[in-house]
């Protein structure tokens, strides 16, 4: 099984500040990584997958780099609606055996 | 547009069998690319993948889960179904399912069950 690893566990960030998160894989996803926001009673949102490729009506604040087993979603200036939980996912192999990271939360500061 | 509802019970006895199921809208669960799946969510926990089946009913499980879980497909009514047995407060999550191939996000709004007397 691909362990993934998130950090930070928890963010504490103002309105308008750039976010940098960070996902691990304990071996190579290739470019199947994927980035989820959730907030409380939602499901998960898709974000980013193929590391870079915003979903659709995703904003341009947000981006991911990253290739092998290192990763990042980026947020560059923090409005209100992002404060959220993310989580980071790959899905590099078949048959499709997901995994997801523990999730960073992203909370006012 | 690919559309995913999740329906079943929401209340579950502890050691009895948890059946969810699955309606898939907007594309075909026949597709010969696409496997299908349900991931769950204990409360503030995170993300699981509990498995997936293709529409053969070819299937393969979460090791953690492997002894409890079936699953199985209706390709006539465009369902999949999760049954998980022997159920304990553990299990209390949010059951997501989901079109685990391909382009991921397409997922359902989620069913809360609890596992309680």
């Known amino acids: 099984e691909i362990v993934m690893t998130q950090s930070p566990a928890t963010l504490s960030a103002s309105p308008g500040e750039r976010a940098t998160l960070s996902c691990r894989a304990s071996?190579?996803?290739?470019?199947?990584l994927a980035w989820y926001q959730q907030k409380p009673g939602q499901a998960p949102r898709l974000l980013i997958y193929?590391?870079?490729t915003r979903a659709t009506g995703i904003s341009a604040r947000f981006s991911g780099s990253g290739s092998g087993t290192e990763f990042t979603l980026t947020i560059s200036s923090l409005q209100s609606e992002d404060f959220a939980i993310y989580y980071c996912?790959?899905?590099?192999?078949?048959?499709?055996?997901?995994?997801f990271g523990q999730g960073t939360k992203v909370e006012i500061k | 547009q690919l559309q995913l509802q999740e329906s079943g019970p929401g209340l579950v006895k502890p050691s009895e069998t948890l059946s969810l199921t699955c309606t898939v809208s907007?594309?075909?669960?026949?597709?010969?690319?696409?496997?299908w799946g349900w991931i769950r969510q204990p409360p503030g926990k995170g993300l699981e993948l509990i498995g997936g089946?293709?529409?053969?009913?070819?299937?393969y499980y979460n090791p953690s889960l492997n002894s409890r879980v079936t699953m199985s497909v209706d390709t006539s009514k465009n369902q999949f179904s999760l049954k998980l047995s022997s159920v304990t407060a553990a299990d209390t999550a949010v059951y997501y399912c989901?079109?685990?191939?391909?382009?991921?996000?397409?997922w359902g709004q989620g069913t809360l069950v609890t596992v309680s007397s």
């Open positions: 089946i293709y529409y053969s009913g070819s299937t």
């Open positions: 193929g590391v870079s």
């Open positions: 996912q790959q899905y590099n192999y078949w048959p499709p055996m997901w995994t």
């Open positions: 989901a079109r685990i191939t391909g382009t991921p996000g397409h």
């Open positions: 907007g594309g075909s669960i026949s597709s010969s690319t696409d496997y």
């Open positions: 071996q190579s996803v290739s470019s199947n």
